[in-house]
């Protein structure tokens, strides 16, 4: 018994190692055809070159969609925490009848699948003239990003003792001085998890950004999808040089994050 | 605890009136507003007008289902469906199972934890697009997988791999595996072990220790699972374009919606193919709750005629 035990937990963990093993496969080999010269069913290419990455950057734009994507990923940061901050400090505080409700509400932007309630979003932001531009990436991003804020704040305010803000209004601060000097402090930890979280989100979300955006709000990861679909028109090279620009970006965002965040709470979904 | 507090300190009388349910003061309402107006807002309200629109063709006037009628006698449209139960229901059962057998035989802790989990959420991270451009490279006719396939001398020509139903169902998987395993594995870590070492000392087998003691503690977790997976599943998009056939045997039911809406510009039609499309999702979350219903019901039942 303990014999046949051994096996599986053998088999397990060659499972994971497969998969991690094909994982790196799969990246490296963006990597490497990023900077081949050519490179034709052999292990690896014979020259290696960087022209692709001058080719990308001039062709594509990229300067603009970096700055783009730049841009719209710290404004929803701030606009996510701006509207998610005080709804998650309700939300650990107090209860009221409404509550599971309202707490439905908010997961449901998270439940539901980005195509699904993406296409009525979108209609709603062509018909108002805010669709295509990148205000409209902006408020598109924030539908699910402003609930992601609040269910990552929410635990940060359980954290805090009550009393610290009863004794702070005993000393006679009012409620936007206890505001200030207790609980925004307090929460600097909660706020960079959130802030982190929806950065690295962000920067990768595709759905809502790709029925958003039109020519000049495009986020790198959507001219992304949009060279690799012209697959035969673009040289694949250039193509994965644009992939690994992007994969530095998320990868710097997410050594950033890792510091601060255990990996599980990138999955954050449910509980 | 922190209600206990308020009972004991001097300002507690205004206090807990305001920390009973149903009792909501004016800052409150001022704190929730915001977010809750957003939601409302982008959120809600477009999904209504959704549902709304879908019910008002742009060729005639007032509210007809004429858009729905079209979905399903168009077979062009309708066989979306089919896709995408075809593509959605294996993959939800393999991501599930196989996340499920590793997540449990990890339950006492693995080496490598971190490291682990921190490679898993890579793919979460990288996102879908990043992963199809690698898939099409790394398992493609020229890629690295294929030549090791050929150099092993197990098949004698490279085999396809991308650009069909296949290769969405490697992209879905490997989208979906780390996020369902570290999710199980949360739930599984969750099991106070002092219960299987309970039910082993008893005299119950691996097998009797993981159907009658852990999967009745665990159940809501796999059907949380299943649910998530499914419903992600059912709304394959970018995969399902790069790395299979939009045109043919991949055309899921969010390329039809897609394509209405921005390929054809008719926003009443696509809202009520989006509106199918979410029924179809709700129908998958119900049946799965449902199923999960039923099965704690037997396993109780089993439990009492013991």
């Not at chain 1, 719209?72 to 650990?92: D, I, Q, R, S």
């Not at chain 2, 796999?222 to 394959?236: D, E, K, N, P």
């Amino acid at each position: 018994m303990s014999a046949r035990g051994r096996w599986w937990g053998l088999a397990l963990y060659l499972f994971v190692f497969g998969f991690i093993l094909n994982l790196l496969g799969i990246v490296t080999h963006v990597l490497v055809s990023a900077f081949a010269k050519r490179w034709f069913g052999t292990p690896l290419p014979a020259a290696f070159t960087t022209q692709w990455f001058e080719y990308a950057w001039s062709n594509f734009d990229l300067g603009r969609v970096l700055g783009v994507t730049v841009f719209v990923a710290l404004a929803v940061v701030v606009l996510a925490l701006m509207l998610g901050f005080p709804a998650a400090y309700v939300l650990a505080r107090r209860d009221f009848r409404a509550k599971p409700l309202l707490v439905l509400l908010y997961f449901l932007p998270l439940l539901i699948p980005q195509m699904t309630y993406g296409i009525p979003l979108a209609t709603t932001l062509y018909r108002y003239g805010v669709g295509g531009t990148v205000a409209g990436v902006i408020l598109a991003n924030l539908v699910p990003m402003v609930p992601l804020a609040i269910f990552v704040l929410i635990p940060f305010f359980e954290q805090i003792s009550p009393n610290l803000e009863w004794g702070a209004a005993m000393m006679g601060a009012n409620r936007f001085q206890v505001f200030r000097r207790v609980l925004l402090p307090l929460t600097v930890p909660g706020q960079l998890t959130a802030a982190l979280l929806i950065l690295v989100n962000t920067v990768s979300n595709f759905e809502l950004t790709f029925l958003v955006s039109g020519a000049g709000s495009q986020t790198l990861v959507v001219a992304l999808f949009y060279n690799a679909f012209a697959g035969g028109v673009r040289p694949v090279y250039s193509v994965d040089a644009m992939a690994v620009m992007y994969m530095t970006t998320v990868l710097v965002l997410l050594l950033v994050a890792l510091r601060f965040v255990r990996p599980t709470q990138m999955v954050f979904r449910l509980d | 605890m922190s209600s206990r507090a308020a009972e004991s300190s001097p300002a507690a009388a205004g206090t807990r009136r305001l920390r009973e349910p149903g009792a909501l003061d004016t800052t409150a309402i001022v704190c929730l507003l915001p977010s809750l107006l957003y939601v409302l807002v982008m959120f809600v309200y477009p999904f209504l007008y959704g549902i709304y629109s879908s019910l008002r063709p742009a060729q005639r006037a007032g509210l007809s289902v004429a858009n729905y009628l079209a979905f399903f006698t168009d077979e062009w449209q309708y066989r979306t469906v089919w896709i995408t139960f075809g593509i959605a229901v294996p993959n939800t059962i393999v991501v599930v199972t196989v996340a499920l057998l590793v997540a449990y035989g990890m339950r006492r802790g693995i080496r490598f934890e971190r490291t682990i989990t921190t490679v898993l959420v890579l793919p979460i991270s990288l996102g879908v697009i990043l992963l199809a451009e690698g898939i099409l490279g790394f398992y493609g006719g020229r890629g690295w997988f294929n030549q090791m396939l050929l150099a092993s001398g197990l098949v004698a020509e490279p085999l396809t791999l991308t650009h069909n139903y296949t290769g969405v169902m490697l992209s879905l998987f490997m989208q979906q595996f780390p996020f369902c395993f570290l999710m199980l594995l949360g739930y599984i870590s969750g099991v106070d072990p002092g219960l299987e070492n309970s039910a082993r000392t008893l005299g119950a087998g691996p097998f009797t220790v993981f159907r009658r003691v852990m999967l009745p503690l665990i159940a809501p977790g796999i059907v949380i699972a299943f649910a998530l997976v499914f419903v992600m599943s059912f709304g394959v998009f970018p995969s399902a374009i790069l790395l299979g056939q939009p045109a043919g045997a991949t055309r899921t039911i969010a390329i039809a919606a897609y394509q209405q809406a921005f390929e054809r510009y008719d926003m009443s039609y696509a809202s009520a193919i989006a509106v199918v499309m979410g029924l179809f999702q709700l129908a998958g979350l119900v049946v799965i709750i449902l199923l999960r219903r039923r099965m704690v019901t037997a396993a109780t039942m089993g439990v009492g005629k013991r």
